[in-house]
């Protein structure tokens, strides 16, 4: 049951069995890395969700719409609708197809409710890029393995940044993961605004 007292049937979930503030909460409270942290607080998916959506803000070409934001931002969303689960990499395929197809239905229940834009090629694939750059920077700064490790044990090609690429609340330092209810109200706030600029934007269009 969802904080909101909402369920959802996980074999066939509606789009609208959540509320926002059930997901943000929900975010904020999957732990990345199976929750190891070299920090008081393991890191959430929510945090790493907006990290994700900086860095491919940040990266050059053209800026996103608010559609491919909200893309981005929700890129992990059926891991809060699954209970909080953020299986690690390694048992990933182990859990077969029948996961699989859960992680497929909850994404297509999170992308008709947000009316999210398909994936094009190129768009999938710089989102990894901004994913997989999020991981490196948690496995060295949040989790605290060494950079040779980095490659040899985890497999991680991509440098790690030296500088957080969010926006920090006050008294947080760069790296540390937030508490839960910094993260839920992070992510919430996020998500409220891109839905905001979208139907803003679809407005100009209507009206132009």
Known sequence: MFQSGSKIDLLNPRSDAWT????????????????????????????????????????????????EALRELLHDAPEALMGGLDIITPLKPILGDAFRALDTRLQAAVNRRYDLPPWTVASHREHKQADHQAAANEALHVVGWRRPALRKTLGIEIAPMEHDPLDLPDAVVPWEP???????????????????????????????
């Not at 929750?35 to 050059?60: F, T």
């Not at 839920?184 to 803003?200: I, S, V």
């Open 20 to 67: 926002d503030r059930d997901l943000a909460v929900g975010l904020s409270r999957t732990n990345r890395w199976g929750g190891h942290s070299a920090w008081d607080y393991p890191l959430s998916v929510a945090q790493h969700s907006l990290a994700v959506l900086a860095i491919r803000e940040a990266m050059p070409g053209r800026p996103l719409t608010a559609g």
């Open 178 to 208: 937030w508490p839960p209810y910094v993260a839920a109200d992070r992510f919430l706030d996020k998500l409220k605004a891109l839905q905001k600029a979208r139907g803003e934007a679809c407005f100009r269009r209507a009206a132009a």
